[in-house]
């Protein structure tokens, strides 16, 4: 990015044999707002980046802990507001325990009290940022975005076009719908909480959807003609990251991806 870019971008990267090489989370800073903070495995290093900036508030995507784990850390150093979703204030306060694989690889997750619950907008000196609830990865999901910059903070909503495998919770048809919801907008550059692009924003997210209403599409059919869903992923050739679901006790799994296309099917019927 140039000098002149008011957004600046944090990267924090934890080494980690199950990924390739490195896997990075993204936390953004623009006009006093700091959007996500982190994981807690690289609290070191996030505080003393953090501790650098002029922080007026703080805006968290969802309360996963590569975005919320140096929060109760940052918040010792910076006493400024914290703003989230109203779903998201209430995990908080007791977050759900992470599986082994995700602990070794961003950390545990804090519990936080004090954020404050945001559903419309939430202003800087400068901006002006929309809340867009966005669930479907999680059920507090939010995107924010500046119509007069074209700017979309995605979080986790893009992340890649293609998916792999799935949080045993997350959802498909909610997200096909999130994804939907900003695609009606005008944006010119979006920034993902884990990739570095942000160029070519409909393109991306088009990607991503027709990618998941296909792959709901051919889970529905197959269900509906009687496949259990060990024989979908055989039907589909998907392959399973084993490593990543055992040590993740099956909350990472590529099943899942078909779990919830049936869960939804089901509830539509």
């Not at 992470?98 to 519990?111: D, H, L, Q, S």
Request: hydrophobic residues 40%; aromatic residues 10%; contains cysteine.
């Amino acid at each position: 990015m140039e000098d002149t870019d008011p957004i600046q971008r944090f990267r924090f990267t934890v080494a980690n044999s199950h990924s390739s090489p490195k896997m990075g989370v993204n936390a953004f800073f623009v006009d006093g707002l700091l959007i996500d903070t982190g994981h807690s495995n690289a609290q070191k290093i996030a505080l003393k980046k953090f501790s650098a900036l002029e922080m007026d508030q703080i805006i968290l995507t969802h309360h996963h802990e590569d975005h919320t784990g140096n929060l109760q850390a940052l918040k010792q150093v910076k006493d400024c507001p914290v703003y989230a979703h109203k779903t998201c204030v209430q995990l908080m306060k007791s977050p759900p325990p992470v599986c082994f694989i995700e602990r070794k690889t961003w950390g545990a997750n804090t519990a936080v009290q004090g954020i404050l619950p945001v559903d419309k907008t939430i202003e800087t000196d400068k901006y002006k940022f929309h809340i867009i609830p966005t669930p479907g990865h999680s059920e507090d999901h939010i995107c924010l975005y500046e119509a007069s910059q074209g700017w979309l903070f995605s979080g986790d909503l893009y992340v890649h076009h293609y998916i792999r495998y799935f949080i045993a919770t997350e959802c498909v048809v909610e997200q096909i719908n999130s994804l939907k919801k900003v695609l009606k907008l005008d944006v010119r550059r979006f920034f993902c909480s884990h990739s570095f692009k942000e160029d070519r924003f409909q393109e991306r997210f088009s990607q991503k959807l027709q990618f998941l209403e296909d792959f709901h599409g051919n889970v529905v059919q197959l269900h509906q003609k009687g496949l259990r869903p060990a024989k979908i992923m055989k039907e589909l050739k998907m392959k399973e990251k084993w490593m990543i679901r055992l040590l993740s006790g099956g909350w990472l799994s590529a099943i899942n991806m078909v779990h919830s296309s049936i869960r939804d099917a089901e509830l539509e019927s």
